[in-house]
């Protein structure tokens, strides 16, 4: 796993950065990103974040240098821009918002059947805005699974729906737009390969870029949530690193990168 035109994506929530009252960011992270960019390689957030949180974030926790693209909102992808602003990369932004706005239209129904279910059968908060697809925040990660439940029931035999899932939090979405998918674009731009990537992630949002067809390397923190740690565990290229967020991820990473020492000297 050389660094020189590798690209590591890593989740930001739970990944790169921890929740009180575990510590936020591991010491070595900033040292590890200095030297991933150092040798040639390029390292990106993948987030449900929007671009300004995902800004925010990097600042307050001081993650330094700051990631050669953002892949924001499990689906838009930017690089840096003139004058320290991030701007789209390419069309796909474009191509995404266009297919989330026809998908918004032909959807409406199935959404009002799910907004019904939510305000008649649990606590769950229905989320709508003008410039989002709408979303669902639970109250717990057991009402959540079964909101979960219900929209696989209603929606069954759709191939256009999809949802984003990050414990409580949940996002539709177009089936074509997601982690992977945006990643994947990301990987065309740069003309690099699957066996070039390593992705990192907790939550079953980030399921799409925990795949080998997506990375040929692939690492959780402790802290992942059991369907992420079954995809990771015993699978090549997949390891569970020891340690919460950003200390399970570097530590992980260290541990592929001897494997893959000794399997190729």
């Not at 199935?110 to 697809?133: G, S």
Request: charged content about 25%; some cysteine; aromatic content about 8%.
């Amino acid at each position: 796993m050389a660094s020189s035109s590798f690209l590591f994506s890593f989740d930001f929530d739970g990944t790169l950065v921890d929740e009180e009252p575990h510590p936020a960011v591991n010491p070595g992270l900033n040292g590890f990103l200095e030297s991933v960019q150092s040798q040639g390689g390029i390292w990106a957030v993948n987030t449900g974040r929007t671009l300004f949180q995902t800004l925010d974030g990097l600042a307050q926790h001081r993650i330094r240098p700051l990631p050669d693209f953002i892949m924001a909102k499990e689906r838009e992808l930017y690089c840096p821009g003139p004058l320290n602003r991030w701007v789209d990369l390419g069309s796909w932004n474009k191509r995404c918002h266009k297919a989330h706005k026809r998908f918004l239209r032909t959807h409406r129904k199935c959404f009002a059947r799910i907004r019904k279910y939510l305000e008649a059968e649990t606590r769950a908060q229905w989320i709508d805005t003008v410039e989002e697809t709408p979303g669902v925040i639970a109250t717990t990660n057991e009402e959540m699974d079964r909101v979960c439940a219900f929209i696989e029931e209603v929606t069954a035999g759709d191939e256009l729906l999809s949802y984003q899932r990050n414990t409580i939090y949940l996002r539709f979405s177009h089936v074509a737009y997601n982690k992977g998918t945006v990643l994947q674009e990301l990987a065309r731009h740069l003309d690099i390969s699957s066996h070039q990537i390593c992705t990192a992630g907790d939550n079953h949002n980030d399921l799409a870029m925990l795949c080998p067809t997506v990375a040929r390397y692939r690492v959780c923190p402790a802290n992942a949530i059991p369907e992420v740690r079954k995809v990771i565990e015993g699978t090549p290229g997949g390891l569970v690193g020891q340690g919460r967020a950003s200390f399970g991820l570097l530590d992980g990473i260290e541990r592929l990168l001897s494997v893959e020492r000794r399997e190729n000297p």
